[in-house]
């Protein structure tokens, strides 16, 4: 028996055991469904590029250069930079322009994953301690899943090496990462509840308890809500623009190639673009505006430069050439919206607010506005060839800058009045609350009510004295410092003349004697005798001083 209890495993070691054993297959699983979920973004794109190319009547390659592009396409989803070699110069011609919309593939089936394999390390039904696998923690999915995502995006850069379109391996090297670590998270994130819970233990003290101050979820709400008034008005302004130019965007579209296959890679290319003009809309009702090439720029104050751009729909709706006019410069009332939105949405529904505490909340929602505009700018702009098209699109530090700009300018101020107007009806109920308590106070109103309830009472309220002017006291020399002076009694005011007649009525009894009992004689009380009262008199009242509230 002893030998068993000494060699045997400990108990609590046991089940650690165990769930290292359960534990491999669920950290398998969650690095296939990372690999699962690049694997499918690639071959929806392989299956579109392979029906584009089947319908095309003059494909240019075989099915081995259209499966080649695909991976490179797929790896421009993730910001990307490729190369194109087949130039007219011969100059390698780099295509970083991201289609923002093609984005959103990896990015959702990376997040599927990630919850996936959240769900499945709970143990299914069976829960924790049931008979599913054992519950992974948080930073083991991550880990799991974007492993797997990694080893397929690393596979698909080498493949995509030999096509028509490489990508820049110094490009893939942080991109590709910098998506799958982004969705991962949010995965993992959104499966677990989204907890919005203090920070790690490893963050400052100081920033953990800033954090936790309830202005920042209010400068993250206001913040998103101005960017989504700017992407919103720039939705509209290239509505707009296509609407008034919708001429000169179908024969651009009709110039471009004749057959259906060809069309409909080219309209698939415009939606995908579609994103990426709602953020240059928004840049350019910032002020900024966005680059078309070397030294051309479009502007709501004009179109300078000249620009040798390609036939293309979405580029068929810039505005013209020259100065602006006051329809464009009418787009800046979009800004404007965004710094009232900004400033509405930084407002606390709280009384104890101070007005310097609103003041900074729409300041840094006024912040988060500018780095979120400031990213998509970033994101949805890129070089499109070399010389006169190495940058195309909105100038990411102008566009933030700009949005700080106008958001600050009208935030800060707006929530200011905003706060003053909620806050309103709290501060007259107050001041209403004080009028009413010195109007009490007041000694010619109290003593008016006082005089109405004496006369209402009768003689239980005695009249009230009124109390000599006061003559200021006469100037006399300073005395010699004497010690501890003891301190005057307080001053009292005494109501003379009050008598209280508290002396009960004639309270004799009627004669309640049986007949069959014989009486006990009682003393009679001498006739002139005055009934004898139940309390003594009041000879005087004495009324404290008066004390005024405090302030």
Not at 172 to 193: D, I, S, T
Not at 334 to 358: D, I
Not at 418 to 429: G, I, L, N
Request: proline share 11%; hydrophobic share 50%.
């Amino acid at each position: 028996m002893t030998q068993v209890t000494e060699r045997g495993t400990p108990l609590p070691a046991a089940p650690r055991a165990a769930a290292r054993r359960r534990r491999s297959p669920a950290a398998a699983a969650c690095v296939l469904g990372g690999a699962v979920a690049a694997g499918l973004g690639l071959g929806f794109l392989a299956v579109l590029v392979i029906v584009l190319w089947i319908s095309s009547p003059y494909p240019d390659s075989g099915p081995g250069g259209a499966l080649h592009l695909a991976a490179g396409l797929w790896l421009l989803a993730h910001g990307t930079e490729l190369v194109r070699y087949d130039t007219l110069s011969g100059v390698p011609a780099p295509v970083g322009v991201t289609p923002l919309l093609l984005v959103a593939l990896p990015a959702l089936l990376m997040r599927r994953a990630a919850r996936l394999g959240s769900v499945s390390g709970d143990g299914g039904e069976g829960g924790e301690g049931g008979d599913g696998d054992e519950v992974l923690p948080a930073s083991a999915v991550f880990s799991a899943v974007t492993c797997g995502y990694l080893c397929v995006g690393s596979l698909a850069t080498v493949y995509a090496a030999a096509g028509p379109m490489p990508a820049d391996p110094l490009s893939a090297a942080w991109h590709v990462p910098l998506v799958a670590v982004l969705a991962a998270a949010g995965g993992v994130w959104a499966a677990k509840g989204r907890p919005v819970g203090p920070l790690p233990h490893w963050v400052p003290g100081a920033v953990r308890r800033a954090a936790a101050r309830p202005r920042y979820p209010l400068a993250l709400r206001a913040g998103a809500a101005g960017a989504l008034v700017l992407l919103g008005g720039g939705a509209l302004l290239v509505g707009a623009s296509l609407a008034w130019h919708a001429a000169e965007v179908q024969a651009s579209f009709l110039a471009l190639t004749g057959v259906w296959s060809g069309r409909f890679a080219v309209l698939l290319l415009a939606l995908a673009l579609l994103p990426n003009a709602v953020v240059w809309g928004a840049a350019y009702a910032l002020g900024p505006g966005f680059a078309l090439g070397a030294g051309a720029t479009a502007t709501p104050l004009g179109f300078a430069g000249s620009p040798a751009l390609p036939r293309f729909p979405l580029l068929a709706a810039l505005p013209p050439e020259g100065p602006g006019t006051l329809l464009t410069c009418a787009s800046a009332g979009v800004p404007l919206l965004a710094g009232l939105a900004v400033g509405w949405f930084a407002v606390r529904r709280a009384r104890e607010v101070s007005y310097k505490e609103t003041a900074l909340t729409a300041a840094l929602g006024a912040l988060v506005c500018a780095l979120l505009l400031a990213g998509l700018a970033a994101a949805s702009s890129g070089p499109l060839g070399s010389r006169g098209l190495a940058s195309f699109g909105p100038v990411w530090w102008a566009t933030g800058a700009a949005a700080f700009a106008w958001t600050l300018l009208l935030a800060v101020p707006v929530a200011v009045a905003v706060h003053s107007w909620r806050t309103r009806p709290a501060r007259q109920a107050d001041a209403l609350a004080l009028d009413a308590e010195d109007e009490w106070h007041d000694s010619g109103v109290r003593e008016l009510r006082w005089e109405a309830l004496r006369r209402a009472a009768g003689a239980l309220v005695p009249d009230l004295a009124q109390e000599p002017p006061r003559t200021p006291p006469r100037a006399e020399p300073p005395a010699a410092p004497v010690a501890a002076a003891p301190r005057p009694p307080r001053r009292l005011t005494v109501v003379t003349g009050l008598h209280l007649d508290l002396t009960p009525p004639d309270l004799t009894l009627p004669d309640l004697t049986p007949p069959d009992l014989t009486p006990i004689p009682i003393p009679a009380a001498p006739a002139d005798a005055p009934p004898r009262p139940l309390v003594p008199p009041v000879a005087g009242a004495r009324v404290l001083a008066r004390r005024k509230p405090p302030a």
